[in-house]
């Protein structure tokens, strides 16, 4: 079975600071991989997914960005973080043969 | 409008009642459905994956699909507290769109 590692699992960063979340897939090649932001109270919203690495297509315009430097690896970052940056992000892999899998999450306030 | 809706809850049963579950999508082109459970801060673990419309059964979960309809649901039979948690549906195809999520509350 494959398995996500997301870290940290809690992060308070001061507005403007940089940000790099890392996520990193084993039991798999060539996964699918999906960061989502959930906010507190509200589903699961789409921000970026990579159908391999260097692909990386943004579902919504915003202050995050990501990157895919390798197969099972899937970044997101961000230069300057917002208060409105705060929520708990989720990473996703997907394929054929078990469906989507989410990480445990990083949970980041912005202060 | 968004393309998954989810019945917003929050829903409260007591011990052993039925839980039930209800998710609509718009987009005809959805080809997976899956039902996650959510604890507090936790990330969504997958409870039902299904590719077709019909039922299908796991223990005391059952989650069926209508594409007819683009109607989602999930059952829970003989509910437990340790089912309480939030529930999120959630189609699509090479990407999922999710429900806001039902919080569910089981009384013991």
């Known amino acids: 079975s494959q398995t996500i590692h997301q870290w940290p699992a809690t992060l308070v960063q001061p507005v403007g600071s940089p940000l790099s979340l890392e996520c990193t897939v084993e039991?798999?090649?060539?996964?699918?991989l999906y960061w989502y932001r959930q906010a507190a109270g509200r589903g699961l919203q789409l921000l970026f997914y990579?159908?391999?690495?260097?692909?990386i297509s943004s579902e919504v315009p915003q202050n995050l960005s990501a990157s895919r430097p390798q197969d099972r690896q899937f970044i997101l970052s961000s230069k300057k973080l917002l208060l409105s940056d705060s929520g708990f992000y989720l990473c996703?892999?997907?394929?054929?043969?078990?469906?989507?899998?989410f990480g445990s999450g990083t949970r980041l306030t912005v202060v | 409008q968004k393309e998954v809706e989810q019945d917003p809850g929050p829903l409260s049963v007591p011990e052993g009642a039925i839980v039930s579950l209800n998710c609509t999508y718009s987009?005809?082109?959805?080809?997976?459905f899956m039902w996650y459970r959510q604890y507090s801060r936790k990330g969504p673990e997958l409870l039902m994956y299904?590719?077709?419309?019909g039922n299908k059964e796991d223990g005391r979960f059952t989650a069926q699909v209508d594409k007819s309809s683009k109607y989602i649901s999930l059952f829970i039979r003989d509910s437990q507290p340790s089912d309480s948690a939030t529930y999120l549906c959630?189609?699509?195809?090479?990407?999922?769109?999710f429900g806001a999520g039902t919080t569910v509350t089981v009384r013991a």
């Open positions: 996703a892999s997907y394929g054929t043969a078990y469906g989507y899998t």
């Open positions: 039991g798999t090649s060539n996964p699918n």
């Open positions: 990579s159908v391999g690495i260097g692909q």
């Open positions: 987009n005809s082109a959805f080809q997976y």
């Open positions: 299904t590719y077709s419309s």
């Open positions: 959630a189609a699509g195809a090479y990407k999922l769109s």
